[in-house]
């Protein structure tokens, strides 16, 4: 057998009672949460199914221009929604987590497909949109939880680095330690999903290619590879982030201003 079955409009609706059965717990242990669920739902609906449209089209044309526009509409994107997490956060954080996100996503994604995978030719669609966007995803999870940790730990710490500073500590001297702990926090989550791919879940990329009739060590290999990318990139955006992030917890008199608010 080779291809994923086909799933229809009637098959879409029964699966939806898994939905359904997660509203109605929301409902019944009253945790404010069903109208969320049923955004979430049919965002999630709307949002893939024109995907899948946008993804045909783009196959058939398969132009690099527009294969890195795409790829730069996910990166900006991305660091809206980046900068819409940060509850908190210094504001003028766009720009800098837009270059972060820009420098892993371009960097990993390329690297991956024209000197792992050996696409022909190099911005193949069908290899390049995908794996662009597990890798932008999880970078960007990473480098959220990466600056959330890092601020809510600097404000936390207010009067400590004001102390340090007055004594003649650089900015970075009173940020490092807070920056260590924000970057375990961020590369902790894809530490897990490596440790426990394989033996307590199947990873999405792995089981797509299964259903889809690939050779399940072919599609161990891929997997394999994806989860080493993530990796980097989750590391390396969240290592520029908080480079050029941290600078806007201080003026330009390198005085902090965070505050403990």
Not at 239 to 258: H, I, K, P, Q, T
């Amino acid at each position: 057998m080779s291809g994923a079955l086909p799933i229809g409009p009637g098959q879409l609706a029964l699966a939806s009672g898994f939905l359904a059965a997660a509203a109605g717990l929301s409902l019944v242990l009253a945790l404010g949460l069903t109208r969320s669920i049923l955004v979430a739902a049919a965002r999630a609906y709307v949002q893939l199914l024109a995907l899948g449209l946008v993804l045909r089209w783009v196959f058939g044309v398969g132009t690099p221009w527009l294969v890195l526009g795409i790829l730069g509409g996910m990166i900006v994107v991305a660091a809206q929604t980046l900068t819409a997490r940060l509850r908190g956060a210094p504001p003028g954080l766009f720009l800098r987590g837009l270059g972060a996100l820009a420098v892993s996503g371009f960097t990993v994604t390329l690297a991956v497909t024209a000197l792992v995978v050996r696409v022909d030719p190099w911005w193949e669609p069908r290899y390049v949109i995908p794996i662009g966007g597990m890798v932008i995803g999880n970078s960007l999870n990473g480098v959220a939880v990466c600056l959330d940790r890092l601020f809510a730990d600097l404000r936390s710490r207010t009067r400590e680095i004001e102390a340090l500073l007055a004594l003649g500590a650089t900015p970075w001297e009173t940020v490092l330690p807070s920056a260590r702990s924000a970057l375990r926090a961020g590369l902790i989550p894809t530490l897990n999903s490596m440790a426990a791919a394989g033996i307590v879940f199947i990873p999405g990329m792995m089981t797509g290619q299964v259903l889809s009739g690939t050779d399940p060590r072919v599609a161990a290999a891929y997997q394999i590879v994806v989860l080493l990318m993530i990796s980097a990139a989750t590391a390396v955006g969240s290592v520029l982030s908080l480079m050029a992030g941290y600078r806007r917890a201080f003026d330009r008199e390198g005085r902090f201003g965070l505050g403990d608010g």
